[in-house]
């Protein structure tokens, strides 16, 4: 399995950008579909953002379209998350996520790695 290690969370102010990152290492990063979920206080883990393998197709859940941007960096064994227009309702745990699949879905069972998560918390 893929070790995965998430940074850049913090508090920060509605309207604010952050951008999270998330440090791969143990298998060959480019043979993983890569994903970010996110889980606030008493709710389920959710889907946010997935990149293919090369980084040519991401898909993204429909409250963060527009705001949010999904990105990989094969030669850093890296993927990020460009959080802009930050929104009280997206504060949560954010995990970056691998998956072995060649298609995964927006399923967190579809993702065997994971990280240990960073916090994000945006204040009206």
């Known amino acids: 399995q893929v070790q995965l290690v998430e940074s850049g969370g913090g508090l920060v102010q509605a309207g604010a950008s952050l951008r999270l990152s998330c440090a791969a290492s143990?298998?060959?990063?480019?043979?993983?579909?890569m994903g970010w979920f996110r889980q606030a206080p008493g709710k389920e883990r959710e889907f946010v953002a997935r990149?293919?393998?090369?980084?040519?197709?991401?898909a993204y859940t429909d409250s963060v379209k527009g705001r949010f941007t999904i990105s990989r960096d094969n030669a850093k064994n890296m993927v990020y998350l460009q959080m802009n227009s930050l929104k009280p309702e997206d504060t949560a745990v954010y995990y970056c996520a691998a998956s072995t699949l060649i298609n995964p879905n927006r399923d967190a069972a579809d993702f065997g790695s994971w990280g240990q998560g960073t916090q994000v918390t945006v204040s009206s």
């Open positions: 990149i293919s393998r090369s980084g040519s197709l991401t």
């Open positions: 143990g298998r060959t990063f480019s043979n993983y579909y």
